[in-house]
């Protein structure tokens, strides 16, 4: 059930996920909720936002610096207690592995954060693997164009058709057992190294 | 032969070399352990990541293991440290700005740090006189050897850190930028980030861990304790592969192929050539300026991968020397039991290597290089010595701790 009460900071310098972030936090019943992209002035802003429970991803550099400014801060009410519940060992690890981390003002009792991680974490999840795709589309996209170059400088270094071009880049990615992509990707690399103009 | 799965957290420094040429050099799997190294971004993602036992071993900042046994940082596993990764290795780099301040106050380019320090005092007192803001250091963690060596460096040349100077912490990747921008004055840093700045132009090198304290202690491997129970032939096995791999990084003839591996972007990602002027001691400190730095990092000689509990105890008398935990018996047993020596001569004393006769040993006590008694082979330690020719004798820490605090109180009085 969500907690109207807290506030909640998310820094985290990708905006479109910390966007996604807010928009769950938005539908669960959560309207204190800042967003930080940049690092810029942050012990200000965190002053600002008097944060209840800080949600950070973990590929922030400076998670070290903001637990030293947690340790050392006196106006900040304390956000020490990192995860949940010390305990609760497998939403910890879930939380890890997605790739984001949470501190909480000491004293919160842990029901009323819970909620906020774990969708936090889904929706941390639910990023990665929309990113990935992308990524995968990207390099099928990529992978489609080096085999295309691959295949001319075969064609013109050999005097041989395209479908032979392929058939040999296919073979010889069989038996290297790598992708036909890789193999593309060599052979460019080399004609390029040697100065081989495509 | 059985296969161990380790996993190793490690940052982009120079002194992930051991962990990462096991690795890359067959180490690790001629002694049957599938090794993957994890890099990461923070040291609170080590930190964490152990936690979770996403990671079993890690590249970590020596008082870190400490720090998180004694409780001072959030959420964290019991740690043990088997094996240090080296010494040395840091630096501390200001802003050109700064220095040509310090160079006027008799600062000089041979990184001496007692001429360095009386110059950086006399710049700052001259900044509070005329109302300037105070100058701002960097270090990387609270509980690291960079904040604690800065720190003994500053006080040891009368500046009082937060009044004198302001320490704060910020990851080393920006710092170069932040000296270059001026929202910085200078840094305690690992390698490759001192070169860095040097190279960008942004700072110049004005003294070293090397000459604050020779052979002093920096990154160890953190071990998840309960792992390290549980799986004893596993740690020895990584613990001979590290070892391998730091006699193989020690080797004067490998820096150029150590400094290529290091270089490549899944590892530290600097030219290699950065890399290759701090493993040979000849570091770069200005434009066009290097410097001869003996000992600048020691991956192997000196015993430099043993597990000192009397480096364990030096962390710990900083951490209460900066108000970062409060002196107790209970709190002292911990720091000490961090560190676990009996776990090195374990996997290492059957292979004849050359162990040290003690656990702890008197800091600051070798002027020079000092063949010492001891199991396996013969065994050089030292030179070990305080830049200002104290020494820390872990057998009368109470007493170490006692002089600190009433040094420090009569500068602040």
């Known amino acids: 059930m969500a907690d109207p009460s807290l506030s909640i900071l998310v820094i985290d310098e990708n905006r479109a996920r910390a966007a996604i972030i807010e928009a769950g936090l938005r539908e669960a019943g959560h309207d204190r909720v800042t967003l930080i992209h940049s690092m810029a002035g942050i012990a200000r802003r965190i002053q600002e936002a008097a944060p209840d429970v800080i949600v950070i991803d973990l590929e922030n550099p400076n998670r070290d610096m903001l637990e030293d400014m947690f340790q050392l801060s006196r106006a900040v009410r304390r956000p020490v207690a990192m995860f949940v519940d010390r305990s609760d060992s497998t939403s910890i690890a879930a939380a890890v592995e997605a790739g984001v981390s949470a501190y909480v003002v000491d004293g919160l009792r842990q029901e009323r954060v819970k909620p906020i991680l774990d969708m936090a974490v889904s929706r941390f999840n639910a990023f990665a693997r929309l990113a990935r795709e992308l990524q995968d589309a990207r390099d099928e996209l990529e992978g489609h164009k080096v085999v295309d170059r691959a295949k001319r400088l075969l064609m013109k270094q050999k005097r041989i058709g395209e479908e032979e071009a392929y058939a040999l880049l296919r073979r010889t990615a069989m038996n290297r057992n790598r992708r036909i992509a890789d193999i593309a990707q060599s052979l460019l690399t080399a004609a390029d190294l040697l100065g081989d103009d495509l | ?413």
């Open chain 2, 1 to 413: 032969m059985t296969t161990h799965r380790i996993t190793a957290g490690f940052m982009p420094l120079l002194d992930s070399a051991i962990l990462v040429a096991a690795r890359a050099k067959g180490f690790a799997e001629a002694e049957g352990i599938d090794l993957s190294l994890l890099r990461e971004t923070s040291w609170a993602n080590i930190r964490d990541r152990i936690a979770v036992g996403h990671v079993q071993v890690a590249h970590i900042l020596g008082p870190m293991p400490i720090a998180c046994n004694l409780g001072l940082t959030a959420f964290a596993a019991p740690m043990v440290v088997p094996m240090a990764l080296g010494l040395g290795g840091n630096a501390v780099t200001v802003s050109n700005a700064l220095w040509t301040l310090m160079e006027a106050a008799g600062a000089r380019p041979d990184l001496a740090p007692a001429a360095a320090g009386r110059a950086l005092r006399e710049v700052a007192a001259r900044r509070a006189r005329d109302g300037w803001a105070r100058l701002r250091f960097a270090v990387v963690h609270r509980h690291s050897g960079h904040n604690y060596e800065l720190r003994y460096w500053l006080a040891a040349c009368g500046l009082v850190p937060g009044r004198d100077i302001d320490i704060v912490i910020l990851p080393p990747p920006l710092m170069p930028d932040a000296l270059a921008s001026g929202a910085l004055d200078g840094f305690c840093a690992g390698e490759p980030w001192n070169t860095a700045a040097v190279m960008h132009g942004s700072g110049r090198v004005a003294t070293v861990k090397a000459a604050i304290w020779r052979n002093s202690p920096e990154k160890v491997l953190g071990a998840d304790a309960a792992w390290a129970e549980a799986h004893p032939d596993a740690l020895d096995a990584l613990l001979r592969a590290l070892h391998r791999a730091s006699l193989w990084c020690g080797t004067p003839a490998n820096r150029e192929e150590l400094a290529t591996l290091l270089a490549d972007p899944a590892h530290v990602g600097c030219p290699a050539d950065w890399l290759l002027s701090a493993l040979s001691g000849e570091l770069r400190t200005g434009p066009g300026v290097t410097a001869r730095v003996p000992d600048f990092i020691v991956p192997q000689a000196s015993a430099a991968t043993f597990p000192w509990k009397s480096h364990a105890l030096w962390f710990y008398s900083q951490m209460v020397r900066w108000g970062q935990i409060a002196h107790d018996p209970a709190a002292t047993a911990i720091a000490r039991d961090t560190y676990r020596p009996d776990l090195y001569r374990r996997a290492l004393g059957p292979l004849g290597v050359g162990l040290p006769a003690a656990n702890a040993k008197v800091e600051g006590a070798l002027t020079r290089p000092t063949p010492v008694g001891g199991a396996g082979a013969g065994l050089t330690l030292g030179p070990d010595g305080f830049f200002d020719g104290t020494r820390f004798d872990p057998d009368s820490l109470d007493a170490y701790i006692a002089a600190q605090a009433l040094s420090d109180s009569a500068q602040t009085a």
